[in-house]
């Protein structure tokens, strides 16, 4: 029903940047919240940070002067500018949303992207 593909990712050096982006495609009726959560191997899937349709941002205080969310409501799309990456945030990076689709409009449900490969790494 809805789909979230992501793009960006890679390998980069300690102090680099990368861009993430996301894009939501199907039976979207509206869309609440979009973000992006996070999972280094042998951890929880943790909060990145996360953005409404008003542009409220919510940021984990490890990324927080780092890292800028931004969104384009009328895209359905989400990206993720990352600057000044540590090793730390190595990580595989997931898109999600929480949408509202047309053939089941009275509850939000959460959708997420496959992930992609986020390597800090000198």
């Not at 102090?15 to 951890?43: D, T, V």
């Not at 409220?56 to 969104?71: C, M």
Request: hydrophobic share 30%; proline share 2%; with cysteine.
């Amino acid at each position: 029903q809805v789909q979230l593909v992501e793009s960006g990712g890679g390998s980069v050096q300690p102090g680099g940047s990368l861009r993430l982006s996301c894009a939501a495609s199907g039976n979207i009726l509206s869309i609440n919240r979009m973000g992006w959560y996070r999972q280094a191997p042998g951890n929880q899937r943790e909060l990145v940070v996360d953005i409404t349709s008003g542009h409220t941002t919510n940021y984990a205080d490890s990324v927080k002067g780092r890292f800028t969310i931004s969104r384009d409501n009328s895209k359905n799309t989400v990206a993720l500018q990352m600057n000044r990456l540590k090793p730390e945030d190595t990580a595989v990076y997931y898109c999600y949303a929480q949408v509202k689709t047309f053939s089941a409009s009275y509850a939000w449900m959460q959708y997420w992207g496959e992930g992609t490969q986020v390597t800090v790494s000198s």
